[in-house]
Protein backbone atom coordinates (compact mmCIF):
# COMPACT_ATOMS: atom_id res chain seq x y z
CA UNK A 1 0.00 0.00 0.00
CA UNK A 2 1.58 3.20 -1.14
CA UNK A 3 1.93 6.17 1.46
CA UNK A 4 2.17 9.81 1.52
CA UNK A 5 3.70 12.71 2.87
CA UNK A 6 1.67 16.31 2.60
CA UNK A 7 3.76 19.67 2.53
CA UNK A 8 1.66 22.59 3.26
CA UNK A 9 2.87 26.10 1.79
CA UNK A 10 1.20 29.43 3.41
CA UNK A 11 1.01 32.09 0.62
CA UNK A 12 -0.10 35.06 2.57
CA UNK A 13 -0.51 38.71 0.41
CA UNK A 14 2.24 40.94 0.59
CA UNK A 15 1.54 44.23 2.49
CA UNK A 16 3.31 46.16 -0.09
CA UNK A 17 1.72 44.18 -3.01
CA UNK A 18 -2.11 43.66 -3.73
CA UNK A 19 -1.06 41.47 -7.06
CA UNK A 20 0.10 38.14 -5.97
CA UNK A 21 0.43 36.19 -2.71
CA UNK A 22 3.88 35.69 -2.01
CA UNK A 23 6.23 33.51 0.21
CA UNK A 24 9.91 35.42 1.11
CA UNK A 25 9.91 37.29 -1.89
CA UNK A 26 8.53 34.37 -4.11
CA UNK A 27 5.41 33.99 -6.03
CA UNK A 28 3.34 30.35 -6.18
CA UNK A 29 4.66 29.89 -9.61
CA UNK A 30 8.56 29.57 -8.29
CA UNK A 31 7.20 27.49 -5.08
CA UNK A 32 5.47 25.22 -7.14
CA UNK A 33 8.30 24.27 -9.87
CA UNK A 34 10.82 24.33 -6.74
CA UNK A 35 8.58 21.76 -4.62
CA UNK A 36 8.13 19.92 -7.89
CA UNK A 37 12.17 19.59 -8.43
CA UNK A 38 11.63 17.87 -5.30
CA UNK A 39 9.43 15.23 -5.81
CA UNK A 40 6.70 16.85 -4.55
CA UNK A 41 3.40 16.91 -6.30
CA UNK A 42 0.44 19.99 -6.54
CA UNK A 43 -2.44 18.67 -5.38
CA UNK A 44 -4.51 21.35 -4.26
CA UNK A 45 -4.89 25.38 -3.60
CA UNK A 46 -6.88 26.31 -0.70
CA UNK A 47 -8.24 29.50 0.53
CA UNK A 48 -8.51 29.29 4.46
CA UNK A 49 -9.84 32.77 5.47
CA UNK A 50 -10.99 36.09 4.23
CA UNK A 51 -10.74 39.69 5.16
CA UNK A 52 -13.23 42.55 4.91
CA UNK A 53 -15.22 42.28 1.95
CA UNK A 54 -14.43 38.93 1.34
CA UNK A 55 -11.30 39.52 -0.18
CA UNK A 56 -8.57 36.61 0.89
CA UNK A 57 -5.96 36.88 3.36
CA UNK A 58 -3.54 34.48 0.84
CA UNK A 59 -3.88 30.74 0.17
CA UNK A 60 -2.35 27.35 0.65
CA UNK A 61 -0.64 25.74 -1.22
CA UNK A 62 -0.76 21.73 -0.78
CA UNK A 63 2.10 18.89 -1.74
CA UNK A 64 2.06 14.94 -1.59
CA UNK A 65 4.72 12.83 -2.71
CA UNK A 66 5.06 9.37 -2.22
CA UNK A 67 7.22 7.69 0.69
CA UNK A 68 9.45 5.79 -0.70
CA UNK A 69 10.18 2.11 1.62
CA UNK A 70 13.15 0.30 1.78
CA UNK A 71 12.23 -2.45 -0.01
CA UNK A 72 13.73 -4.95 2.64
CA UNK A 73 11.21 -3.80 5.19
Not at 10 to 36: C, H, I, N, Q
Not at 40 to 50: D, E, H, K, N
Amino acid sequence: MKQYEYDFVEMLKGAFSTREPRLGGKDYREVVRERASQGWRLVQVFAPGVKGLGEIRGYELIFEREVLRDPDQ
